[in-house]
């Protein structure tokens, strides 16, 4: 017998779309099925109402035929019992009993869904800021509850539609087998009329429907142990978040699925949310309503970053970048571990890993490349201890190569310790974002976090040079023992990225890199203010990294009060490549050096070409939107 389409019970906890979709191709089924048993059961009921109808006529006809008066009356009478019997009670008993079980499951199935939807919404709605774990232990039993009910509620219906698939084909032949034999009884004709063809194929119809029933049987009882194995499970299946404390998180995937909280803006102010299961396809983010037959595209992950957001008091929540710095959506996990994987995931993604062979071992071996990647484990633990709030950042895998900045003697490098001192601290917060530095400097002076003196009107950029705009997000920085080489500047990187990665730390702070003929300045690109300013004589190295084009850094020499001098690198991470702001950095350094010659100084500035208001700019092979150095440029970018 060919294999009978069945719903799989394992899919009933997860309720996906696709289970939908093919749920409800079982569900149209099951009423076609309905509607045609009805009108079988009309029409067998006219038959067996005509029979009755002959009976009587029989009956009277007997009166005139006294010799034929028993037999013709015992003839029609046996036969309308015997397809009351074999005809119309089976029909009768298949829609009473199966078809109105598959009815009451369904609407049982749709009660339970729409619980568990109201329990999940309230489950998301748990503030954040003025969090009551009593309430939240309420709320988190009350949506187990409606898990486990739907889940019981949707097995059951399962079953029940699986079923159907085996008793609809016995419920259609035993009437039919019914009335043939009760034709055949009824015309007493004997092998002479029936072939033994004939009672052959009555023979082997009967036989398969009994083998129709003990596969029924079969797989009712398959079913009845899967079920009971789906039940006994731990009750923190059906518990959001139940392994907070320690999750277990699979930081190699390549792919995700499962229903996220998306956050829609209704105006100004007014934002909504809306469930809903997103999963991903190669490079893109796709997005499937439920009921719905096919997903659609909602966000392109190539190159794009992922972090952790604070999201008013929603919790669990991320939100997907584009590459060129635009803020994109807004999603809501419903645990920690699902939030984590799903940053995991996407970051996986925006590195195009699942392009090549074997993506599984690639993300297996970046992952722990960064997780390596630091030189002493103790030193995380000083950095532990400092009070640095944490960014986000994707883990990149660094390796200390670069053609164009880093020497050719490898076989000469200097060794980790004497670059930077093992247990250094890293600050991956040094940059303010601009609301929280507007609002520790309301009401008075502000106070740039890296020391400098803020200037609003900074007159230097007026009568520079050069100006160069990069959108950049602020990786971490240290202090480091020397400035001799570039190296010191790929193992800071290294150090960065690995220690962010050891702490799932992902969070960054996005600025604007103005670079100039006289310092480097970081500006915030809300409001224009200043954040810091570096004096270009100060930046004794600087470098990007070769394979990862977006990484950049550079040292800057500090002077001490006691008169000594300090070294630290920041690293950052670019829009656009790291050469440009190295190539932006090198032609400001050089214009400093023939600023005294002005034959050398028009020389240089010869090969730089101007703007409309006499400023010099740097030509990019490729005009973006990263890059620019008008006041209009820059305000899009921060609306961006």
Same mark, same amino acid.
């Given at each position: 017998?060919?294999?009978?389409? =069945?719903l ?5 906890l ?5 289970t939908? #979709? ?8 099951a009423?076609?099925?309905? *509607?045609?048993?009805n009108?079988?059961?009309q ?10 109808? /002959? ?7 007997s ?6 008066e ?6 029609h ?11 119309v009670?089976p029909?009768?008993?298949?829609r009473?009993?199966?078809?109105t079980e598959?009815?009451?499951?369904? *609407? ?6 729409h619980? @568990? ?5 309230k489950?998301? $709605?748990?503030?954040k800021?003025?969090?009551?774990? %009593? ?6 039993k ?12 949707s097995?059951q219906?399962?079953c029940?539609?699986n ?7 016995m419920?259609?032949?035993?009437? /039919?087998?019914?009335?043939? @034999? ?14 033994? @063809?004939?009672?052959?194929?009555? #023979?082997?119809?009967a036989? /398969?429907?009994?083998?129709i029933q ?18 006994s ?7 959001p978040?139940?392994?907070v404390?320690?999750p ?6 390549i792919q995700k699925a ?15 949310w809306? $469930? ?10 796709m997005?499937?309503? $439920? ?6 595209l ?11 957001v604070?999201?008013e008091?929603?919790r ?15 999603l809501?996990?419903?645990s920690?571990?699902e939030?984590e994987?799903?940053i995991?995931?996407?970051?996986? +993604?925006?590195?195009?890993?699942y ?14 490349t960064?997780?390596q ?7 995380f633990? =000083?950095?532990?201890?400092s009070?640095?709030? #944490?960014q986000?950042l %994707?883990?990149s895998?660094?390796e ?6 880093v ?5 000469s490098l200097?060794? !980790?310790?004497?670059l930077?001192?093992?247990?250094t601290p +890293?600050?991956?917060d ?8 507007l609002?520790q400097?309301r009401?008075?002076r502000?106070t ?11 007159p ?6 050069l ?9 971490g920085?240290?202090a480091?023992?020397?400035?001799s080489t570039?190296?010191v ?9 690995a220690a962010?990665? +050891? @702490?799932?730390?992902?969070r ?5 890199? /103005?670079?100039t003929s006289?310092?480097l300045?970081?500006i ?9 300013n570096f ?7 600087f470098a ?6 977006r990484?950049?850094?550079?040292? +800057?020499?500090i ?5 000594e001098?300090?070294?630290s690198?920041y690293?950052f991470e670019?829009n656009?490549?790291?050469e440009?702001i190295c190539?932006a950095i ?8 023939v600023?005294?010659?002005?034959? !050398?100084?028009?020389?240089l500035?010869l090969?730089?070409?101007?703007t ?8 990019n092979?490729?005009p973006d939107?990263? *890059? ?5 440029h820059r ?6």
């Open positions: 017998m060919p294999a009978v389409d =069945k799989l019970l394992e899919e009933a997860q309720d996906s779309p696709q939908r #979709s093919l749920l409800s191709v079982f569900e149209e089924d009423g076609t099925l309905t *509607d045609y048993t009108q079988l059961l029409a067998m009921q006219r038959v067996y109402g005509a029979q009755n109808e /002959m009976c009587l006529a029989t009956q009277q006809l009166k005139q035929l006294l010799a034929y028993k037999q013709l009356n015992v003839l009478t046996e036969l309308a019992k015997q397809l009351a019997d074999t005809m009670l029909i009768i008993q298949f009473e009993k199966d078809l598959v009815s009451t499951l369904k *609407d049982l199935f749709g009660l339970a869904s619980e @568990h939807d109201l329990s999940m919404a489950y998301s $709605r748990l503030p800021k003025k969090e009551n774990e %009593k309430v939240k232990t309420e709320v988190g009350e949506v187990a509850a409606a898990r486990r009910k739907q889940h019981l509620s097995l219906y399962y029940a539609l079923a159907l698939q085996y008793r609809k084909r419920a259609m032949m035993e009437p /039919m087998i019914g009335f043939a @034999h009760g034709q055949i009884n009824f015309f007493k004709k004997g092998a002479e009329m029936f072939s033994k @063809h004939m009672d052959s194929f009555l #023979s082997s119809v036989d /398969m429907v009994q083998s003990v596969e029924l049987e079969a797989e009712a009882e398959k079913m009845r142990v899967s079920q009971q194995e789906f039940l499970v731990d009750e923190s299946v059906y518990t978040d139940s392994d404390a320690a277990q998180i699979n930081r190699n995937l499962g229903y996220l909280n998306l956050r829609n803006k209704t105006g100004l102010v007014t934002t909504t809306e $469930r809903l299961y997103f999963f991903t396809q190669g490079g893109n983010l997005c499937q309503p $439920r009921g719905a037959v096919a997903g659609g909602i966000q392109d992950l190539d190159n794009c970053s992922v972090m952790a604070d999201c008091d929603r669990y929540c991320f939100q997907i970048t584009t590459p060129n710095g635009k803020s994109g959506i807004i809501q996990a419903e920690r571990k939030n994987e799903w995991c995931a996407i970051n996986n +993604i925006s590195r195009q890993i392009l090549t062979d074997n993506p599984e071992a690639v993300a297996i071996k970046l992952n722990q960064a997780l990647a630091v030189t002493p484990i103790t030193s633990g =000083k950095k532990q201890e009070s640095c709030p #944490s986000n %994707k883990n895998e660094m200390n190569e670069n053609d164009k900045i020497p050719n003697a490898t076989a200097p060794e !980790a310790e004497e930077i001192a093992p247990g +890293i600050q991956f040094i940059v303010l974002p601009a609301t929280e530095f609002d400097n009401g008075s502000r740039n976090p890296f020391g400098e003196t803020e200037d609003e009107s900074f230097e950029a007026e009568d520079s040079l100006q160069q705009m990069f959108i950049v997000r602020f990786l920085s240290m480091v023992k020397t400035d570039t190296e500047i790929y193992e800071a990187m290294r150090q960065v990225l962010r990665a +050891i @702490h799932n730390i992902f960054m702070t996005e600025s604007h890199l /103005m670079v006289q310092s300045r970081l915030d690109p809300q409001t224009q203010v200043s954040r810091a004096e270009l004589t100060s930046v004794t190295q990007a990294h070769q394979e990862n084009k990484l950049v850094g550079f040292v +800057i020499r002077p001490e009060s006691t008169g001098e300090s070294l690198t690293i670019s656009s490549e790291g440009k190539y090198n032609l400001g350094k050089e214009i400093i050096a600023q005294k010659d002005p034959e !050398a100084l028009a020389q500035m090969s730089i070409p101007l409309n208001d006499g400023k010099y700019v740097l030509l092979d490729q939107d990263n *890059d620019g150095n008008s006041s209009e305000g899009a970018e921060s609306e961006a």
